[in-house]
């Protein structure tokens, strides 16, 4: 195995310190950031973790003195904007620099939860009824959207903005919660069906060779009886809750005959449908009848030691190190020509 330059992009507030007496790195804001840095040194490769927050400047300056083999890109934003991120993937591929993770096109179409199920109509792919409601537009719910429905942001990731009073079964609430999700998020509503069944996480690697990594679900059997079985925040991010709710992911179990390689081929077409490449997570839901849903596309997905898309691989024997191997393999063989 080649020895690589490595240049791992972060944001500034997640750069790990060098020394973490004191501090627990499985549960610090930095988690997935040390993780990455460590394997890779682990690896036997040149690592330089380098802070961005609002200055590309500082990207320009680290390749042009340390001259790095590719930049492993875990910025989620840019100067606070999520909708960024594409830009500064945009940025390296006009420095002519290799990277890993997702395209900018395949990141601006995954991004944009209304565009990504306009494409998913077009190629005939499973997705629940929806409308987008702008900033500063009232809603006007179409007689065929019918109740309930779930109130999320259009553009916003990791469940930020999603409780349990995003799920609304009337129309006073409905407008209730867009002109929350308007107001504190600060982005336009997606309002579409709930679909009440399994919730299923599905892994993806690659470029034009994909690799499907096992069904992972999402387990959530513990909650309060009327709580809707959905991944709020409190859900994906609070310890303490999932703790006390037993809430915890796993290998999808009993699924009728077939259905795994059903779900597997769904995720598949969504990756080529969205134009996505180096690595994704795709999210769905099964109804009590076997019908699919694909709820969202995640291209760039958590991958810190012990999370879903880690432990999906470890299960397709990819050990942590040999997954961040192959990220960097996918990542060094993509060619942006290649998307036009």
């Known amino acids: 195995m080649k020895r690589l330059r490595v240049l791992v992009l972060m944001h500034e ?58 930049a492993f890109n875990l910025l989620e934003e840019f100067d606070g904007v999520s909708v960024y991120d594409q830009h500064v993937v ?89 002109a929350f999700i308007h107001s504190s998020i600060g982005s336009g509503a997606l309002i579409e069906r709930y679909i009440e069944g399994r919730e299923f996480y599905v892994g993806v690697m690659g470029n034009s060779h994909l690799h499907v990594l096992p069904v992972w679900e999402l ?43 059903e779900i597997q081929h769904l995720a598949k077409r969504v990756y080529r449908a969205l134009g996505l490449n180096g690595y994704a997570r795709i999210d769905m839901r099964m109804d009590a009848e076997g019908q699919l849903y694909v709820l969202e596309a995640n291209p760039n997905p958590q991958i810190a030691h012990d999370e879903d898309f880690a432990d999906s691989a470890e299960k397709a024997n990819y050990h942590y190190q040999e997954l961040l191997q192959e990220i960097l393999n996918v990542g060094l063989r993509w060619r942006p020509a290649k998307a036009a």
């Open 90 to 178: 945009s940025y390296l591929e006009l420095l002519r620099v290799p990277y890993t993770g997702c395209n900018p096109r395949g990141l601006m179409l995954a991004r944009d939860k209304a565009i990504t199920k306009k494409m998913l109509s077009f190629h005939r792919i499973p997705y629940p009824e929806f409308i987008e409601v702008p900033q500063g537009r009232v809603v006007r719910r179409p007689k065929w959207l019918m109740f309930p429905l779930i109130v999320k942001s259009v553009s916003e990731e990791a469940s930020l903005g999603i409780s349990q009073a995003s799920i609304v079964e009337d129309d006073d609430k409905l407008s209730e919660r867009v």
């Open 219 to 261: 387990i959530m059997d513990k909650l309060p009886d009327d709580a809707r079985r959905i991944a709020t925040e409190r859900v994906k991010w609070s310890r303490t809750y999932q703790k006390k709710y037993g809430i915890t992911s796993r290998e999808a179990k009993n699924l009728p005959p077939g259905k795994t390689e």
């Open 13 to 70: 507030d997640l750069v790990p310190p060098q020394q973490t007496a004191g501090c627990d790195p499985k549960t610090a804001e930095w988690r997935t950031e040390y993780d990455v840095v460590t394997t890779l040194k682990k690896l036997g490769h040149d690592v330089q973790p380098l802070g961005v927050k609002s200055d590309l400047g500082v990207i320009h300056k680290a390749i042009a003195e340390w001259e790095p083999d590719i």
